[in-house]
């Protein structure tokens, strides 16, 4: 499956933004869609997680309550909206897709796109 994230950009604390994550190829094996993030000299990290099937969802600590995970299927799109940004969450942001639910190591993702930017400016 390949996948490609759009959608960030540079947004002042307290912002929001929509990332979008379109897959094409061969996502009827695709169980979980996830989104990642890696800042500057940290290891990507886990955010939100999606059920194609079920639209199951769970998050990380630090996106609940201000992230939300959705998707549309006839679009074959996921979406991480991202409310109350806040400095800390500048980072490359990569979406993956994985064969089962509830993971959350880069290992659980076998397929990942090329991850876009989100700045947040204090």
């Known amino acids: 499956v390949q996948l490609q994230a759009s959608g960030g950009g540079l947004v002042q604390a307290g912002g929001s933004l929509r990332l979008s994550c379109t897959t094409s190829?061969?996502?009827?094996?695709?169980?979980?869609m996830g989104w990642f993030r890696q800042a500057p000299g940290k290891e990507r990290e886990f955010v939100a997680a999606?059920?194609?099937?079920?639209?199951?969802?769970y998050y990380a600590d630090p996106a609940k309550g201000r992230f939300t995970i959705s998707k549309d299927n006839a679009e074959n799109t996921v979406y991480l909206q991202m409310n109350s940004l806040k400095p800390e969450d500048t980072a490359v942001y990569y979406c993956?897709?994985?064969?089962?639910?509830?993971?959350?190591?880069?290992?659980?993702?076998?397929?990942w796109g090329q991850g876009t930017q989100v700045t947040v400016s204090s």
């Open positions: 993956a897709a994985g064969r089962w639910y509830g993971g959350t190591k880069t290992s659980d993702f076998a397929s």
């Open positions: 999606i059920s194609w099937s079920t639209g199951m969802t």
């Open positions: 190829g061969r996502t009827g094996s695709t169980y979980t």
